[in-house]
């Protein structure tokens, strides 16, 4: 069964980096697209970051040139590394995957999900 699994949330100050991790098992997701939502407190969720065919990476405006995604095909693993975090960047992120090379920015275009990791940037 597939399954994915983030870590590397927790709490750090305004400028501060942290770099989130998204291991797959039950299959490969070596050219399928992956992304990286977020979910603040009485928000919807929202796209952040996507990788898909060709690794060619795509972000919402707000992350761009701070937020970098990547992924390791080897360790089937998709990571997304956060400099210089803001407040409002506070949020849980989820890691998601879909049936296709395809990027979406809606998530209700991904078929799998993990259980989603917090994070908080407060001084």
């Known amino acids: 069964q597939l399954q994915l699994v983030e870590s590397g949330g927790g709490l750090v100050q305004p400028g501060g980096s942290l770099r989130l991790s998204c291991a797959a098992s039950?299959?490969?997701?070596?050219?399928?697209?992956l992304a990286w939502f977020r979910q603040a407190p009485g928000k919807e969720r929202e796209f952040v970051a996507a990788?898909?065919?060709?690794?060619?990476?795509y972000y919402e405006s707000v992350v761009r040139g701070r937020f970098t995604i990547s992924r390791d095909s080897a360790k089937n693993t998709v990571y997304l590394q956060m400099t210089w975090l803001r407040e409002e960047d506070t949020a849980v992120y989820y890691c998601?995957?879909?049936?296709?090379?395809?990027?979406?920015?809606?998530?209700?275009?991904?078929?799998?999900w993990g259980q989603g990791t917090q994070v908080t940037v407060s001084s």
């Open positions: 998601a995957a879909r049936d296709g090379t395809s990027i979406w920015y809606v998530p209700t275009k991904y078929d799998y």
């Open positions: 990788i898909g065919g060709g690794d060619i990476p």
């Open positions: 039950g299959r490969t997701f070596t050219n399928d697209a």
